[in-house]
């Protein structure tokens, strides 16, 4: 029995909320149960220098937590002088998801900053960022075409969402939160897009080393929520 | 005129929401206009160095802006290493102006640490993140009350709110948004208790110097702010 | 009763000493009682990104203290590899003082930077730094106008001069020394020009708010002790 | 074809060689191939501040690159003053690797520390980093043993090793050199036990993104490599 | 011919004056001709932790440059963000110099720290450092001896001073100013001890490298020097 | 007696083998006994901005250990977020002896990178790092040479080499190791060229100051060690 009496194969109530910055050229609050993201997506017409004169643009993402996101205050990496290891890893993690689904060409010499925040956190926040950076992408890219602004249409080349499976008490389940992530035997994060395609795949054994039967099961789960998660993001998005 | 058609004494709309972080010992959602600050008060049973075996407590306030707060992105100061000359400045006056109203030694040895995280940036962050985060911190002491954990009664000596005034166009008006703020002649910050008091002033002429006479017009139209930001705190703590 | 016996209105033995430094532009060593602050004016044939083909130029301030300039030895800041808030707050608010008088399309696309190194404290460094900065400023300015480096006449439109006032022992004083103002119930400094224009103003409660009529009786102090800053720049920079 | 000629199931040349550093307990110079890794255990009678009494120990990994390890000279990290995101990901993956198959119980009380540092590098330098760290790490437990410092038998509760696999021109294929690996459109490191537990697995989409399928015939690559690898490994150790 | 028109064997006028600073238990002003240095010892009842418990106390030096000591101002080191290599080098020379003529035992468990702050520049700023930081310590040790804090007598071994030669257009000089400094062939300092001990020797040839000959000839130039300036810290300190 | 048995004036085994990196212009392992540093010469096509138009080329140095080079563990710079004191000063000398014998002129605009790596220490690593550094930057120019990038031949206008000496146990010794350089009174670099002439010599006493006699005793060891160690470099590089 999972703490939240969730089914194995249950999602927490997902809410992607777009146009929540004034300010951005695409947002979205996206919720995971308790676990609140608020990402935005910063248009800038200006390009990594190793892309100058490619034709190219780029994607990059940044993460953060509020010093309160957690149970216990967690020190300000501002403050700290430096982003932790583990925010370096989960930022290089969205930016990678986010670009397999950028044509990169058709979105011409500039970058798009995807900021995650997080302001609540209780399990999967890099699940959530990437899931609803997705739709504050999407809907800079909506802007930006309004303004016709792209080189050619579908700069998306589909949908990209993340969501995390573990081993909890020997049984495998879905979009782990955090009472059960504290204590799963195996964490195992998926990005995959629209089409079925994988992006990513992380698993950890965080106790016992898991076996190949097991993680072909975290994967059936993750595939069941990554469907319901590209649903959430094309009502969120307005597209039919 | 005022951009937002506002009377010159006239402030923005305010909203000050409490119980927005399910973590966090006290929080608020505070909003001058289109400005948004997140706060929390985090209550740690530590105490900075020189404090130690004195019987008092501590209160402390750390200040940040989400990247995208801002019309144009702003660089992450945990990606750059530090915070800016600017954060450093706010959060002190925010620290100092909490101190103001807090009786330490009816505290007891802990520190209470207010972070107040600008959401959204539109003119006003850090007197609304003074005036939000004196609503966190007294969610936190009433947290703290319930549990009996307070050495005596009335940890607060008094609300403390503060406001922004500035000459704009020759006038003297209240509570400056960002459309006022960036082109105004002169700019002045006011922390006041309810009870009247000052506890902070800071007024700085961005182009020609001002006159006494302009400062007490401008001290006038922060007695009337702080006074209704003083009546909107006590509706939000559901205080009689 | 003052500890150094002074009356309330009364400043510290001022002196203001100029080319103390064979290589800048521009120098001057402030005394202010004990407090003495070495200001330099050095001319840099450069600008910040933002004024490029401006047609103006800028004017910036450092501040720094030696170690043993307190009567404990502090962490050298270069060697704790940052300069603390309070330096921040300090350099940043010289700066603005010295900016308000500056014509800066006079000055022309160059910058000068005036730093402000504190050899020993006694209280009131900020002030000394901009009542010294402003000399060694004017200095630099002479040097250019004798090289016929400036666009235009009078790159100075008038004098800034600064001092601290506060409440000892309930008694509103001018130009704290350390004694003073390590007590003081209320600190507030005073930045203002030759023709008594208010460039700055910096109130602080440390203990209990103070109200709007001791503020009031503090300005009238600084005022005073203003008029006789001016008089002892004058005289320092041989002007008639 | 692949461009060194090999097979598509075939890993390039190992040698594992222990005992190449006078001062470390354990040490082991990995080669994969034109890939080079010196690996040094390193015992350390302390342990993190989260551990003090808990009978436990803690192992650790650190990673870096020599300057002209690669192709182009990098840029020191030392002197960059911070390790890139990049190695912060590889040395965390080394210490979540390691630690899979230590009973920290029987370890006691003590730290030990396993750096991997790149000679020269050509592709898989985080898989030799683990599959040689594993070696330092099993030399630095028998000095242990020679001295009777464990608290029982087995601190190793088996082999861990790592091997990376990719998509290489539509074709799955086993440990990829750099000329490979710059190339790949997948690209997927796994590490596992010589029981054949899986213990991270970490699979990336360079390029289009890859079907379950694909995945699946990576893994199968990946667990004949990793048995030869521990295999070499028992060889170094001469174990039976 | 020297710039300064100066005999080769001849150093340029030595100025050491104590008692510059109300704070410190030892302070001297350097100078050697325009080069102005500020010495201040301060003494501090702690203890580096290698030296807990040895009844040995510790001195050690810092040195920094005021941004405009120089021809052209240098960045603030406190700004920078770090100490630069030439000022790490120079500090732990000084450091080194002072160690070699201290008791330690006799000093007890205390550190003295020696800042040296260069208040202007014409080369030779570290052998003036070395010069003058030994006149500051003799004063805080003298200070310490009046109030029989130290173990034993003579807690100083003898006196220890600094200076640089070299050769200038192909004539060995004694104690180069920045003329001849910034051009010279080869630069050498020389620390030595009253009784003629040899603490430190560093000889760099700028551009050809120079003969054991010529170095020969430079160390007697130091020697004469060295006497010289033994005899102004003797007089400076008023011994007999 | 000294502890390895050699006679005073007597170097350890040395040995200088090139070619020993796949991807560097020039490289060589140096071994002074258990000293070992690997050397690797890069080549850049970019020149510090101070040279930029001067038609000169730059030689710059990097020093560093790997943690376990040592005895006990040292923290890894890189992690630590800067190069320690000692680091700065050696890469600064290492940088300065070998630019000594460069024709920059000849080298034209470009910048060749000497890394000196120690992998395992046992006294005399910066002695070492020179020696070795100086056959790595022979075998770069080599590698130029043979693709007629020089602007006209010698490039190199002679050998340098470096050894420390020492006074151990009041005996003056050449080549100082681990177990003597630890407990040694007196401590010299010598860096001279092939022709005798010398480069930088830097002596410290680390107890008892030293003479004159002793030091002119440390040089003529030095000439005997660096004679011997320049028919190494010439072996090594294969010159007649």
Chains 1, 2, 3, 4, 5, 6 share one sequence.
């Not at 039967?213 to 789960?221: G, N, R, Y």
């Amino acid at each position: 029995m999972r703490p939240s009496k969730r089914p194995a194969d249950s999602m927490r109530e997902v809410s992607l909320t777009t146009g929540v910055n004034r300010h951005a050229e695409g947002s979205c609050l996206v919720k995971f149960g308790e676990t609140q993201v608020l990402c935005t997506a910063s248009l800038e017409e200006r390009i990594p220098p190793w892309l100058k004169n490619s034709g190219k643009g780029w994607v990059t993402a940044e993460y953060g937590m509020l010093p309160r996101a957690t149970g216990d205050r967690m020190r300000r990496e501002a403050s700290a002088g430096k982003q932790g290891g583990r925010t370096v890893e989960i930022q290089r993690l969205i930016g990678r998801s986010l670009r397999a689904v950028v044509d990169m060409g058709a979105l011409g010499e500039r970058q798009i900053t995807v900021d995650c925040d997080v302001i609540q956190a209780d399990g999967g926040t890099r699940t959530a960022s990437i899931t609803g950076g997705y739709v504050a992408l999407a809907e800079c890219l909506k802007w930006m075409e309004a303004r016709s602004m792209c080189q050619r249409k579908n700069v998306l080349k589909g949908h990209v969402a993340a969501v995390s499976c573990g081993i909890y008490k020997n049984e495998p389940v879905l979009d782990l939160d955090y009472a059960e992530d504290s204590v799963a035997e195996t964490d195992a994060n998926f990005v995959m897009t629209g089409a079925g395609g994988i992006v990513e795949i992380q698993g950890t054994a965080e106790g016992t080393p898991f076996s190949e039967e097991e993680f072909t099961k975290l994967m059936a789960l993750a595939k069941k929520g990554i469907g319901e998660l590209v649903e959430a993001q094309t009502a969120a998005l307005g597209d039919s």
